[in-house]
Nanobody, 116 residues
Framework: QVQLVESGGGLVQPGGSLRLSCAAS????????MGWYRQAPGKQRELVAR??????NYAEFVKGRFTISRGDAQNTVYLQMNSLKPEDTAVYYC???????????WGQGTQVTVSS
């Protein structure tokens, strides 16, 4: 079992920045991949970025603006979001994939609102 706690969401003006954090606890030594997804009202949940063994992948719509990173303890993942746009408004979810069972775990979500 892995538990995830996210923080860092909020209201920001267009062009602004936010940093999301996700702390994992429990069976963290089996974590293979950590990532971020988002879901806007009326839309499906979509991948934003993920990282596995130091290799990161980004959705096209965030390339050059968002950066995913893991903390030194490897049980945290961050999403630095710059040049935010109103269309980035969504609930952002932390996600981990665990080796062995290859089960996914989700955080509770944190709201990001980009508006003037």
């Amino acid at each position: 079992q892995v538990q995830l706690v996210e923080s860092g969401g909020g209201l920001v003006q267009p062009g602004g920045s936010l940093r999301l954090s996700c702390a994992a606890s429990g069976n963290i030594f089996s974590i293979n991949t950590m990532g971020w997804y988002r879901q806007a009202p009326g839309k499906q949940r979509e991948l934003v970025a993920r990282t596995t063994s130091g290799i990161s992948n980004y959705a096209e719509f965030v390339k050059g603006r968002f950066t995913i990173s893991r903390g030194d303890a490897q049980n945290t993942v961050y999403l630095q979001m710059n040049s935010l746009k109103p269309e980035d408004t969504a609930v952002y979810y932390c996600n981990v994939l665990v080796r062995g069972t290859w089960r996914e775990y989700w955080g509770q979500g944190t709201q990001v609102t980009v508006s003037s």
